[in-house]
Nanobody, 119 residues
Framework: VQLQASGGGLVQAGGSLRLSCAAS????????MGWYRQAPGKQRELVAR???????NYADSVEGRFSISRDNAKNTVSLQMTSLEPEDTAVYSC??????????????WGQGTLVTVSS
């Protein structure tokens, strides 16, 4: 299973960005999908996660500003980020809890995309 993320970039504080991630490969099904981020000198943290049924949870720091969505038919997950703050600067990685066609369940990660928010 491969995850390809896109959509990062440089934006001014208060601006918006949309991240997208597509899963491909020998996928039987995908349960949870999510976005995580790692800022310089910090540990990776959960940003948002969405279940196959659409249940969402967010980090307190992004609640009300970020919105996660997914398309189960296309195996994609997106993160709409608004009211961005310099503290949101990080490498954002997508994640999928997937079962392959060989019935192997695994935790898969995309390559990460850099989001930089200038003040």
């Amino acid at each position: 299973v491969q995850l390809q993320a896109s959509g990062g970039g440089l934006v001014q504080a208060g601006g918006s960005l949309r991240l997208s991630c597509a899963a491909s490969g020998s996928i039987f099904s995908i349960a949870g999908m999510g976005w995580y981020r790692q800022a310089p000198g910090k540990q990776r943290e959960l940003v948002a996660r969405i279940s196959r049924g659409g249940r969402k949870n967010y980090a307190d720091s992004v609640e009300g500003r970020f919105s996660i969505s997914r398309d189960n038919a296309k195996n994609t997950v997106s993160l709409q980020m608004t009211s961005l703050e310099p503290e949101d600067t990080a490498v954002y990685s997508c994640n999928a809890d997937a079962v392959t066609t060989d019935w192997v369940r695994g935790d898969y990660w995309g390559q990460g995309t850099l989001v930089t928010v200038s003040s």
